[in-house]
């Protein structure tokens, strides 16, 4: 059998970062925050082989493991809210290697899931699955979507998403990566899903609104994006964030910050795993009107 190809073949380093991160959670932190039994394999047999889980644990990646694995279950956390509340549409802005398909699929999740991504990101994944003998869950489309283009609700209903239904939809680490106006543009656009849609982001924090040192590790880590050929473009401040939502009829419910999960997820842990610094804010909002 084939193997899943490993990281100089994935088209977004970033995804397969944020995945590497997941996966390492899974073998070195306990308890876990977020548990992700696919989280591993889906990198590929010949990674998951040869990784080595403490070679990516010194401070600055711990503290990027910890803020993935946070907002990963903030989202899946409103994610289950929404269910229980009747919602069964879930769309995942820069879906990358999430597996959140996978593990529902495994207790006959009636929710469909809609995964917009770049079209080289999804064929990557959709080999990684095949190489391990996944199959693609039913309920389960993947469409190619460049975010800078194309509308979000557009591309939806164009593979049956009903948008007179309400909708979930998580758009984590995608935000960062499109210029201010897109950004704008983008949430405007939510305007078209249906009262009882629920929507859950993270955004990076303007630079002038950190302390010193947060602001120092911004630049080094926005500095190694720019180099690795992913730059950040757009960064926005609490304000601004609800303004744009409630212009597209959305009702922020949370915007937390790094102290705000830390206190949440990982409160008195022996290990010492949190987020360090503020540069990323994480917000879940419901369409009210």
């Known amino acids: 059998m084939s193997h899943a190809p490993s990281l100089p073949d994935c088209p977004s380093p970033s995804a397969f970062r944020v995945a590497l991160s997941r996966a390492i959670h899974q073998v070195l932190d306990e308890p876990r925050v977020f548990d992700d039994a696919f989280a591993l394999p889906i990198l590929g047999a010949d990674t998951a082989a040869r990784v080595d889980a403490f070679h990516h644990n010194g401070v600055a990646a711990r503290s990027m493991r910890a803020g993935i694995v946070a907002r990963s279950r903030f989202a899946e956390e409103r994610l289950q809210a929404a269910i229980e509340s009747g919602t069964r549409q879930y769309a995942l802005l820069g879906a990358g290697l999430d597996t959140w398909a996978l593990r529902a699929a495994r207790f006959g999740s009636a929710v469909r899931v809609f995964e917009l991504d770049q079209a080289t990101m999804q064929a990557w994944k959709a080999a990684a699955l095949e190489a391990n003998g996944w199959r693609k869950?039913?309920?389960?489309?993947?469409?190619?979507?460049?975010?800078?283009?194309?509308?979000?609700?557009?591309?939806?209903?164009?593979?049956?998403?009903d948008l007179t239904a309400p909708m979930a939809i998580s758009i984590l680490g995608v935000l960062v990566y499109l210029g201010e106006e897109e950004v704008a543009r983008m949430l405007s656009s939510f305007g078209r899903f249906v009262p009882g849609s629920t929507l859950v982001l993270d955004y990076r924090l303007r630079e002038d609104l950190l302390p010193a040192m947060d602001g120092m590790m911004m630049r080094a880590t926005a500095e190694a994006m720019a180099a690795g050929g992913e730059p950040w473009r757009s960064s926005s401040d609490p304000d601004r964030m609800r303004a744009l939502l409630s212009d597209a009829g959305f009702d922020v419910e949370q915007d937390l910050g790094p102290a705000d999960l830390n206190a949440r997820y990982f409160d008195r842990r022996r290990d010492g795993l949190q987020i360090a610094g503020g540069g990323f804010r994480h917000l879940s909002a419901i369409k009210r009107r």
């Open 137 to 161: 869950p039913a309920g389960l489309e993947w469409i190619g979507l460049d975010f800078r283009k194309g509308a979000v609700p557009d591309a939806l209903a164009g593979r049956g998403a």
